[in-house]
């Protein structure tokens, strides 16, 4: 119930954009979190967008350029006498230059959008981000392939921006019939370097600071401690043995009177 | 008679502290085995970002445990024998303990504040599957830190240390040796089926919710430590903070023994 709402609001809205503005869009964030990412852009297809200008009977194809967006002062053209440019991503210099062939696929079919809802489903999921979606830059190896013949669309630069735009080809005149104008600058993603994250953890916590503080102050009232008790053991000490030398020369004085015949010398007062 | 009464009474705490400490003791030791056993595996990320230290606070742990244990067992004998020779022996030693028990127990709280996300994140951009070691060290350490990782990311179904965007916004080790276009992150961050693949690869690239991993692991990973952490830095302070007082009982009764 609830998906399928959401499937006709997203047609209606893709009706409502194609009317007003003509424009290769960036894939919804809902649908592709990760974009744009260091060196791909992934794009809407043009749904509804050339219906205009399509006639039954005849076969049609959708061409995707792409270049930076430095190049729209040097060329931004990408037809030549109504045939499509041809310039590819090396003779561009990855679009420094101007606009070069990324992709070419069949018109997306307006009638029958891919149901969006079908996005959980695991076995659909491939096919329906093949129709919804074209991923600019995802031909990692076809740059370095010498048997390679095909559109090459090898990855973008990272922190740079790019156009994009979408053309209708007539596949059996080869004749360019309609065009899109050129979308909103597109940025990929700029790199960090690790090197420079910040690992330093700021300020102390409260933890490490009390447990510190205390332990310290425990500490040293334990060796104050301890240092107390043996001083006052040893002092305990002193004064015994000086009692006890008292004793001792009290008892020899007593012994000296004895010898000397003298008992007790109180007894004589 | 009186006096006597005060120093029987004195004993009688004296034994019971020691108790409570050689219980405390062993509790230590046991929590501190269980810390240095590392139940989750993380200690090759700890060992590789050189911050280890709270290890070595748990195995300071440990045989300050048992120290504790034996020394208490020492203590109640020499405080009902009312032996000087036997108690001050015991104080000493104790006294020794008592520092060990407090340098671990500051290095785990300080190491507690070194965990943050950025230490885990920088040392994970720079070392998970790192193509070119720089010595056999180096090797051991990347291996480690790239086998947590993908147990850790599986296990938790989290990625990287905030989410899959830290493989975006910086450059990183893996990246060097897997493109972008391919490899926005490892394939350890995308939902994985019972055979550990993937269930779909596009979806995973272009981050489709329910394709990807999107929370960070730094919970997973933090979270266990941190507590450890926690227990032995704590339990070590409140064992420190009985001992503390059952330790000034025992040198007052010292300097009371008559001969």
């Known amino acids: ?269 | 008679m009186a006096k006597s009464d005060g120093i029987r009474i004195l004993q009688g705490l004296l034994v019971f502290g020691n108790v409570v400490i050689g219980m405390c003791g062993i509790a230590l030791t046991a929590e501190c085995i269980f810390f240095v056993s590392d139940p989750h595996g993380l200690y090759p990320l700890l060992e590789a970002t050189e911050n280890d230290d709270i290890y070595a606070a748990a195995w300071i742990g440990i045989f300050v445990g048992f120290a504790l244990f034996v020394l208490s067992i020492l203590g109640i004998i020499g405080v009902i024998k009312s032996n000087r020779t036997l108690l001050l022996v015991y104080i000493i030693l104790m006294l020794i303990t008592y520092a060990f028990e407090m340098a671990s127990c500051i290095t785990a709280a300080t190491h507690r504040d070194f965990l943050t996300p950025n230490l885990f994140l920088k040392q994970m951009l720079e070392r998970y599957k790192k193509s070119e070691p720089d010595n056999n060290n180096d090797k051991w350490m990347i291996d480690g830190v790239t086998d947590t990782w993908d147990k850790i990311m599986v296990q938790n179904q989290c990625c990287g240390v905030h989410g899959p965007s830290d493989w975006q916004e910086y450059t990183s080790a893996f990246r060097a040796t897997h493109n972008d276009a391919d490899y926005p992150w490892p394939r350890n961050c995308c939902v994985l089926d019972d055979q550990g693949s993937p269930t779909s690869v596009d979806g995973c690239k272009l981050g489709v919710p329910g394709y990807y991993n999107s929370n960070g692991c730094y919970d997973a990973i933090s979270g266990p430590v941190n507590t450890q952490a926690w227990g032995v830095a704590w339990f070590g302070f409140a064992i420190l903070c009985w001992t503390f007082f059952v330790l000034l009982g025992t040198m007052f009764f010292w300097s009371r023994i008559d001969y």
């Open chain 1, 1 to 269: 119930m609830c998906s399928s709402w959401v499937v006709f609001t997203f047609c209606c809205l893709g009706q409502l954009c194609a009317g007003k503005s003509l424009k290769p869009q960036i894939a919804a964030s809902w649908l592709a979190a990760n974009n744009p990412t260091h060196t791909t852009v992934t794009l809407q297809k043009p749904f509804c967008m050339f219906d205009s200008s399509l006639h039954p009977n005849k076969s049609y194809a959708v061409y995707l350029y792409a270049m930076e967006e430095s190049a729209s002062a040097i060329s931004s053209l990408v037809i030549n006498s109504s045939k499509p440019l041809d310039s590819t991503f090396q003779q561009t210099r990855g679009g420094q230059l101007g606009p070069y062939k990324a992709a070419l696929f069949n018109v997306p079919n307006c009638a029958s959008p891919p149901r969006l809802a079908d996005v959980g489903d695991i076995n659909k999921l491939s096919d329906v981000l093949k129709q919804y979606l074209f991923r600019v830059g995802d031909d990692g190896n076809c740059l370095y392939d010498p048997n390679f013949l095909g559109i090459c669309n090898p990855p973008l630069a990272p922190d740079t921006t790019y156009r994009f735009k979408y053309l209708l080809l007539d596949t059996t005149e080869g004749i360019v019939k309609d065009q899109t104008l050129w979308s909103d600058a597109i940025k990929t993603r700029r790199v960090k370097l690790p090197l420079k994250i910040d690992t330093w953890p700021g300020r102390r916590s409260g933890d490490m600071i009390v447990i510190t503080s205390i332990l310290s102050v425990l500490m040293f009232l334990l060796l104050a401690g301890f240092l107390a008790s043996v001083s006052s053991v040893w002092k305990a000490k002193t004064a015994l043995k000086i009692t006890k030398k008292k004793k001792k020369s009290k008892k020899k004085k007593i012994y000296k009177n004895k010898s000397m015949g003298l008992s007790d010398p109180k007894l004589f007062q």
